[in-house]
Nanobody, 125 residues
Framework: QVQLVETGGGSVQAGGSLRLSCAVS????????MGWFRQAPGKEREGVAS????????LYAGSVKGRFTISQDNTESTVYLQMNSLKPDDTATYSC??????????????????WGQGTQVTVSS
């Protein structure tokens, strides 16, 4: 059974940085595609970043490219989302997700089967 636990959310001023972590339980990490998604109140869920664990390939939404970095630690079965130059528009609940047999990266939420509980990120101006 795959379980995901996110940590690292919080409040920061615009221009600041936060790092989110997503720990993956179970012996499936190396076969996974991992994604970070966010949802702000009244808005649709948005795919932010994705990483294919076996190849290390990454994919970013245009809204975060150049500011956010997704990375992996295979020894810890953990995926990170480093968020720099944060803006108030980045305020949302961030969730990590795991998908399998995807053969690459994707920002489509329907491709992911397992989800974490979410962590709040608040960016003030």
């Amino acid at each position: 059974q795959v379980q995901l636990v996110e940590t690292g959310g919080g409040s920061v001023q615009a221009g600041g940085s936060l790092r989110l972590s997503c720990a993956v339980s179970g012996n499936t990490f190396r076969r996974a595609t991992m994604g970070w998604f966010r949802q702000a109140p009244g808005k649709e869920r948005e795919g932010v970043a994705s990483i294919h664990i076996a190849s290390g390939a990454t994919l970013y939404a245009g809204s975060v490219k150049g500011r956010f970095t997704i990375s992996q630690d295979n020894t810890e079965s953990t995926v990170y989302l480093q968020m720099n130059s944060l803006k108030p528009d980045d305020t949302a609940t961030y969730s990590c997700a795991a998908g399998f047999a995807l053969y690459g990266t994707t920002l489509y939420s329907t491709s992911y089967r397992h989800w974490g509980q979410g962590t709040q990120v608040t960016v003030s101006s």
